[in-house]
């Protein structure tokens, strides 16, 4: 069965600071895909970056991006410039590729607080 | 954007009664799920469900605990007899289509509170 693990409980980062997200999961499958979502403090997990195992170059969105190290087992996501809104809990979560409509295996979370 | 919509936000129910957790999918979304958080815990998978039977269930979705799609647009689960322990925030989620890689958007969640 697959784990994802986040080693972080609680992060800080100063406004406009550059801050990462640890992730690490164990798999024994080669082919799958990795998600970061973010829940805003009562509402909905949203998401914020994926990336597909067989790609080497690592994802990007705005802000976010990620470091991707497969043999490593690691999926840190690095949000640059944080922001007040930035601020929420971070999910790494895995999916297996084998077939259609797989669950999702989440890790623990992250609480992510940012100051101003 | 089109948004997964789940009812009510909050459940409050007494131990042993029945209980049922309503969730509009996105309307073009064939692949949905629930999943829970207990407080203080990881999200856990329960169900998957596509083309109106369980794709995949966790050992957690035991007898008690059963899924539907009644109408063309609501996902509801059911929980026959509650317990203390199905005390948790439960979210709903739907994708997209049969590539693995679409990611799949959540609900807000309902609380369940067991008393």
């Known amino acids: 069965a697959q784990t994802v693990t986040q080693s972080q409980p609680e992060m800080s980062v100063q406004e406009a600071e550059t801050v990462t997200l640890s992730c690490t999961y164990d798999?024994?499958?080669?082919?799958?895909?990795l998600f970061w979502y973010k829940q805003p403090p009562s509402r909905q997990m949203i998401l914020v970056i994926r990336?597909?195992?067989?790609?080497?170059q690592n994802a990007t969105e705005n802000r976010f991006s990620v470091n991707f190290q497969k043999a490593a087992k690691s999926f840190s996501l690095k949000i640059s410039d944080s922001q007040l809104g930035d601020a929420a809990m971070y999910f790494c979560?895995?999916?297996?590729?084998?077939?259609?409509?797989?669950?999702?295996?989440f890790g623990a979370g992250t609480i992510l607080r940012v100051k101003s | 954007e089109p948004e997964v919509t789940q009812t009510p936000s909050h459940q409050v129910t007494q131990m042993g009664q029945e209980v049922i957790l309503r969730c509009v999918p996105i309307?073009?979304?064939?692949?949905f799920y629930w999943y829970r958080q207990i407080l203080g815990q990881k999200v856990e998978f329960l169900v998957s469900?596509?083309?109106?039977?369980?794709?995949?269930k966790s050992e957690i979705f035991d007898d008690q605990f059963s899924v539907e799609r009644p109408d063309g647009s609501n996902f509801t689960l059911k929980i026959r007899s509650t317990k203390l322990e199905d005390s948790a925030m439960y979210f709903c989620?739907?994708?997209?289509?049969?590539?693995?890689?679409?990611?799949?958007?959540f609900g807000d969640g309902t609380r369940l509170s067991i008393l």
């Open positions: 989620a739907s994708s997209r289509d049969s590539n693995s890689n679409q990611p799949q958007h």
């Open positions: 990336q597909e195992a067989y790609k080497q």
């Open positions: 798999t024994s499958e080669s082919d799958y895909y």
């Open positions: 309307s073009n979304h064939l692949y």
């Open positions: 469900f596509y083309n109106n039977e369980i794709s995949e």
């Open positions: 979560a895995y999916r297996s590729a084998t077939r259609a409509g797989n669950k999702l295996v």
